[in-house]
């Protein structure tokens, strides 16, 4: 039941977030991939990745939808390697950031749209870095806003509360 509840959560909070109108790449997409799967296990990765494409299936499916999701289970994998400190977690989803930033673009610049040149793979990620900004912002005040909720217990508190 527990894992029930807990990944019902999770559902909601992703969907919710896709679906209210925000900026660009302004999300809690690349927070939540890292502080799920650190803060509660490897075990949620799956319910995260799962989260994505039942709300792909309503808001629609991109060109770069695969890419999208591979960022997301690295950001999920590597967050078990920085998540003993506030730093290193925050530090962690921030290089999420980066690595869906890498990732994301690449999957634009492999479609052609700018031509198979180092100049046209530079344009790609240079054209890109306003929303790099965005994801920057947004990941690092969701990071805020975990941590917060983790420093005064309130995970723990929901967790007992899933099991009763």
Known sequence: MKYFTISLSIFFALATSRFIPHPPNFTILI????YIPALLGMRYLPVVVASFIITDLFIGFHTITFFTWGSVI?????????????????YGALL??????VVTNF???????YGYTPQGLLLCYTLAIPFFGYSIISTFIVSGIIETFYKFNFFKTFLK????
């Open 107 to 113: 999957g634009v610049w492999s479609l052609g749209s």
């Open 74 to 90: 690295f950001i999920g994998l590597f967050s078990k390697f920085l998540k003993s400190t506030i730093i290193s977690r925050i």
């Open 96 to 101: 999420g950031a980066c690595l869906f930033f």
């Open 31 to 34: 927070a939540i991939s890292f």
């Open 161 to 164: 509360l899933s099991t009763k």
